[in-house]
Nanobody, 123 residues
Framework: QVQLVESGGGLVQAGGSLRLSCAAT????????MGWFRQAPEREREFVAA????????HYTDSVKGRFTISRDNAKNMVYLQMNALKPEDTAVYYC????????????????WGPGTQVTVSS
């Protein structure tokens, strides 16, 4: 099973940018679909973005389309989330996740999770 650790979170003003990184350890990182999810206080965990095994396909939730970009580097066992034009409603703990299935936006399809990194966007 792959182990995941996120980094890059922090405090940023509305309109600013952050780049989240997720480092993966374990066998065959390139065999996993990778995703980013987020959870705000008192809300359920929600899908943000996912990328296919080789990075050729991506999928985003509507609220981040055009602002966020997910990418991966299989040679480095890394997945990234570039977040631009951040809004206060993007404030949440962001989680990196791995799935051994196809691209999905369902929490239940992702079996490995990192501990999360806090992103706070001030107005």
């Amino acid at each position: 099973q792959v182990q995941l650790v996120e980094s890059g979170g922090g405090l940023v003003q509305a309109g600013g940018s952050l780049r989240l990184s997720c480092a993966a350890t374990g066998p065959t990182f390139s065999s996993y679909t990778m995703g980013w999810f987020r959870q705000a206080p008192e809300r359920e965990r929600e899908f943000v973005a996912a990328v296919s095994l080789r990075g050729s396909s991506t999928h985003y939730t509507d609220s981040v389309k055009g602002r966020f970009t997910i990418s991966r580097d299989n040679a480095k066992n890394m997945v990234y989330l570039q977040m631009n034009a951040l809004k206060p409603e993007d404030t949440a703990v962001y989680y990196c996740a791995a799935s051994d299935g196809p691209i999905s936006d369902s929490v239940a399809d992702f079996g490995s999770w990192g501990p999360g990194t806090q992103v706070t966007v001030s107005s």
